[in-house]
C-alpha cells in the first residue's frame, strides 16, 4: 500500500524519521549511504554524503531518499528527485514522494 506525500507537507513528514538512505547511481550501479536530509527552501540539503554520492549525481541527477520506519509495522518514506553537489553537500529538488508500506 502506498500514499502519495504532497510535496507541501514533506518537510513535516521528514521530522518524523531520523536517518535515511541517499541512492544514487552510476554505471548501472546503486549506491546507498546513511544521510539527514535537511529541508531549506522546497529543497532537501544532504550534508556531506561522501565524495562518490557527490560524483555520483554529477553524472546521473534522478536520486532516491529511503528513510525506514522508526517503529514495527509502520510506513517506509521514498523521496524521489533530481540533485546537484553544492560542495560537499547535495542539494535534492523533490519530484515527488510516498508513504509505503509492505502488503502482509
Known sequence: MSVVVDLADLPDRLAEYDRGYLLTSRDGLVKAVSVRA???????RVPTPGRGSVANVGAHPPV?????????????????????????????????AVLHKPVS
Open 64 to 96: 532516491t531518499l529511503l528513510f525506514p520506519p522508526l517503529a514495527n509495522p509502520g510506513m517506509t518514506l521514498l523521496v524521489d528527485g533530481t540533485a546537484v553537489a553544492d560542495g560537499d553537500d547535495v542539494v535534492i529538488t523533490p519530484t515527488g
Open 38 to 44: 535537511v529541508p531549506a527552501d522546497g529543497v532537501l
